[in-house]
């Protein structure tokens, strides 16, 4: 059995990286494996949150993850909490993870900055959870960007482990999902970083929930340079804005990035984010009017989420059953 686990964290709304970079291969892998989408919202809590904002985007994602084209009839679609198995597990596995293996995390360096002593424990002991959240499911692949590879390493590290500890062959060592090149998209306003959910101007990343209207001023506002776009890809990496709106348009459009560059060779910037525009239009418009339609119904969405939890659960009980046995817990 190959079964896929991956989740998206809602801490504010998700954008068109989320989407070209994450989102829209989920909805792939759906007609190849057997797939279990979560909203992390446990992850989400290493970070300070207004509780009625965190409510409201852990429907949000939920509707995003539906809006992009993920079917809840064939595939579990939840959020974390509603599944105790999660943070039950990450106990037992925080108990057979050496501090060290952690202490090479650099997600936690560079979130905790200079304020190490002052950071929470939930954001250094993160990746256990993430680990947990994989392997309550004895998922075999997990697709994961950049910035996630380390922490599987650090699953595949706990799993062996525990299999190590026990003597028995409890959980996978699960794979990384590489889908291809990855498209990684950048902000607007400056092309060496990445699109970003906390980025302070709205105008640095397209919403998911972004109308017509805001996607394009979004595009005509990006930044650029004022030379017309090169021929080749040599001179286009020179050139991280441009470079980055070509991406965009390659990837909208399905096409390489040498293909999108042929097409507007020579092209002035206002004529290509002309026709950049129309097509992130015509691509993100119907996602963003079906998540409204979804957020329009909190009931509904809520009464999936406990659809997909409740068979979560069914799978999670069982994973915590045969732990809690092999580890020496008593159960009712």
Same mark, same amino acid.
């Given at each position: %059995?190959?079964?896929?686990?991956? /989740?998206?964290?809602?801490?504010?709304?998700?954008?068109?990286? +989320?989407?070209?970079? =994450?989102?829209?291969?989920?909805?792939?892998?759906?007609?190849?494996?057997?797939?279990?989408?979560?909203?992390?919202?446990? &992850?989400?809590?290493?970070?300070?949150?207004?509780?009625?904002?965190?409510?409201?985007?852990?429907?949000? *994602?939920?509707?995003?993850?539906?809006?992009?084209?993920?079917?809840?009839?064939?595939?579990?679609?939840?959020?974390?909490?509603?599944?105790?198995? &999660?943070?039950?597990?990450?106990?037992?596995? @925080?108990? &057979?993870? !050496?501090?060290?293996?952690?202490?090479?995390?650099?997600?936690?360096?560079?979130?905790?900055?200079?304020?190490?002593? %002052?950071? $929470?424990? /939930?954001?250094?002991?993160? !990746?256990?959870?993430?680990?947990?959240?994989?392997?309550?499911?004895?998922?075999?692949?997990?697709?994961?960007?950049?910035?996630?590879?380390?922490?599987?390493?650090?699953?595949?590290?706990? =799993?062996? $482990?525990? +299999?190590?500890?026990?003597?028995?062959?409890?959980? !996978?060592?699960?794979?990384?999902?590489?889908? /291809?090149?990855?498209?990684?998209?950048?902000?607007?306003?400056? /092309?060496?970083?990445? %699109?970003?959910?906390?980025?302070?101007?709205?105008?640095?990343?397209?919403?998911?929930?972004?109308?017509?209207?805001?996607?394009?001023?979004?595009?005509?506002?990006?930044?650029?340079?004022?030379?017309?776009?090169?021929?080749?890809?040599?001179?286009?990496?020179?050139?991280?804005?441009?470079?980055?709106?070509?991406?965009?348009?390659?990837?909208?459009?399905?096409?390489?990035?040498?293909?999108?560059? @042929?097409?507007?060779?020579?092209?002035?910037?206002?004529?290509?984010?002309?026709?950049?525009?129309?097509?992130? *239009? =015509?691509?993100?418009?119907?996602?963003?009017?079906? %998540? +409204?339609?979804?957020?329009?119904?909190?009931?509904?969405?809520? #009464?999936?989420? #406990?659809?997909?939890?409740?068979?979560? +659960?069914?799978?999670?009980?069982?994973?915590?059953?045969?732990?809690?046995?092999?580890?020496?817990?008593?159960?009712?």
């Amino acid at each position: %059995m190959t079964r896929i686990f991956s /989740g998206m964290q809602p801490t504010r709304l998700l954008h068109l990286g +989320n989407y070209l970079g =994450a989102l829209r291969n989920w909805v792939a892998l759906q007609d190849q494996y057997e797939c279990i989408f979560c909203v992390v919202d446990l &992850h989400a809590l290493t970070l300070p949150q207004d509780a009625p904002t965190l409510t409201k985007n852990i429907r949000a *994602v939920a509707a995003a993850y539906i809006a992009a084209g993920i079917d809840p009839d064939r595939n579990l679609i939840y959020n974390q909490s509603a599944v105790s198995g &999660h943070s039950e597990l990450a106990w037992i596995f @925080s108990c &057979h993870t !050496p501090m060290g293996w952690l202490n090479r995390m650099t997600q936690f360096k560079e979130k905790a900055g200079k304020q190490k002593d %002052m950071a $929470a424990l /939930g954001l250094y002991a993160y !990746p256990v959870l993430m680990a947990a959240d994989i392997l309550l499911y004895k998922a075999t692949h997990v697709p994961v960007g950049e910035d996630q590879k380390q922490h599987l390493e650090l699953a595949r590290d706990i =799993a062996g $482990a525990f +299999n190590r500890f026990y003597e028995k062959d409890v959980f !996978p060592l699960p794979e990384p999902q590489i889908l /291809g090149e990855a498209t990684r998209v950048m902000s607007l306003r400056d /092309g060496t970083k990445k %699109m970003s959910k906390s980025d302070e101007s709205d105008y640095s990343r397209i919403n998911l929930t972004d109308d017509a209207d805001a996607i394009a001023l979004k595009i005509r506002k990006a930044k650029t340079d004022p030379e017309p776009l090169p021929a080749t890809l040599e001179e286009l990496a020179k050139r991280a804005e441009a470079d980055n709106l070509v991406t965009i348009y390659a990837a909208l459009e399905n096409i390489s990035k040498q293909d999108a560059l @042929s097409r507007h060779a020579g092209a002035t910037f206002s004529a290509f984010k002309a026709d950049l525009c129309d097509l992130a *239009v =015509a691509k993100l418009s119907p996602i963003t009017t079906k %998540m +409204n339609e979804l957020l329009a119904d909190p009931a509904e969405l809520d #009464r999936i989420l #406990r659809k997909g939890a409740d068979k979560a +659960n069914e799978i999670a009980a069982r994973t915590m059953a045969e732990v809690k046995d092999i580890v020496g817990l008593l159960r009712p």
